[in-house]
């Protein structure tokens, strides 16, 4: 890698960020079209966020992308926000055009991109379970490609009913595609779902509860989840013949789609997933 006065700097906003595996395959991306720019982490901690962000104006960081805890936070902070992050709630990527910092979401984008390569999603029934961040980008994602219809899962449910709430300024019907269950009932839905997505933290450790009797899958379930590793549930997906997917592919798209808008270039999605070793 060459660096020069003229090198470019782009990152990640996180805490903790030590995991993040976004500077490998950018970086990587980066040197492999011949642009020069690198791509660092920087843990900054939530009360360190706004500062932060002056930063990218003073320092000329170009781009960065943005992680737990500041998706949500971060929106206040930028000139303009793409109206999909303004849909989903959340921002992951942020270009910096001069000191004029606009905000983005490409996970939703990440995460379709990744489902399409194991199936057609118009027209097909799925059940998401979590209520979080990253099942606000599931969902609008679906919404956009006409699934049918959701079964929103979560432990706390009035967590899910609030995206309900969110999302109908955006999508008038959305009472009618989305209907909100508890953990209890997913059982009494499986039969109807074409895709399961798993979008909580339950499988990042080996002793988590499960989230449902995973015995129940069926070979004609499309199953994703969207945590990095293969988790008790893509095990069980695996041992049932379902096609299955973890989180990499999502998160290979959502940096594509990131390195695209900084850079106004197609991302080398090979050398990215070859980047990652997947
Ligand atoms: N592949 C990718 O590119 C990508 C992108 C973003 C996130 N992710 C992964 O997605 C996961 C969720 O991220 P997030 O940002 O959405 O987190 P979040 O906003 O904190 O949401 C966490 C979700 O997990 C649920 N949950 C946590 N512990 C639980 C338990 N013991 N039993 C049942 N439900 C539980 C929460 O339910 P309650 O509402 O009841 O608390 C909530 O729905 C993380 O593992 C993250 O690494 C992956």
Redesign the pocket.
Known sequence: MFINGETAVYGIFGYPVKHSKSPTFQTESFHHLGINAVYVPFEVKPENLQEAIKSMKILNIKGINVT?PH?EEIIKYLDEVSQEAKIIGAVNTVKNIDGYLIGYNT?AY??IEGLKEIIEIEGKTALVI??????R?VIYGLLQQNIVKIYLA???PQ?AIEIINDFCKYYRVIDQIVSVIS?DQIDEVLENVNIVVN????G?KDD??P?FDYDRLQEKHTVVD???RETKLLKKAKEKGCNHQD??P??IY?GAKSFEIWTGQKAPVEVMKRALGI
């Open positions: 737990i998706k996970d990440g995460f979590g209520a979080g961040g990253a099942s980008s979560n432990r706390t967590r953990l979008t909580t933290s339950v990042l988590d509860k989230l969207i945590i990095y989180g990499y999502m998160l959502q």
